[in-house]
């Protein structure tokens, strides 16, 4: 069972940062791929980063040049730089924790996510 648990977002103005970090404790962090989804009320999950547990890279299109996402499996974490904020990148942004084992197949974890608001 792995625990996530997201801080790190905020309100903050048009072509600002933030940086979102997301904490596991539970398993062998190195193992799971990592992921960060936007989650607008009503609208389903968009993927906005991922890195594996091998440690290639993937941006969703609307987040690309803009958005870093990094991993330190020496402190259980993930982190997602959020640079040249846009006012559609308003929304709830999730961690997620998915690993795939011969014995229990496809595993996904969540955390509760955190609020970022980019607005003036």
């Known amino acids: 069972q792995v625990q996530l648990v997201e801080a790190g977002g905020g309100l903050v103005q048009p072509g600002g940062s933030l940086r979102l970090s997301c904490a596991a404790s539970?398993?062998?962090?190195?193992?799971?791929?990592m992921r960060w989804y936007q989650q607008a009320p009503g609208k389903q999950r968009q993927l906005v980063a991922v890195?594996?547990?091998?440690?290639?890279?993937n941006y969703a299109d609307s987040v690309k040049g803009r958005f870093t996402i990094s991993r330190d499996n020496a402190k259980n974490m993930v982190s997602l730089q959020m640079n040249s904020l846009k006012p559609e990148d308003t929304t709830v942004y999730s961690c997620?924790?998915?690993?795939?084992?011969?014995?229990?197949?496809?595993?996904?974890?969540w955390g509760q996510g955190t609020q970022v608001t980019v607005s003036s």
């Open positions: 997620n924790a998915r690993i795939w084992t011969a014995v229990f197949g496809l595993r996904d974890y």
């Open positions: 890195i594996t547990s091998g440690g290639t890279i």
């Open positions: 539970g398993g062998i962090f190195s193992d799971y791929d």
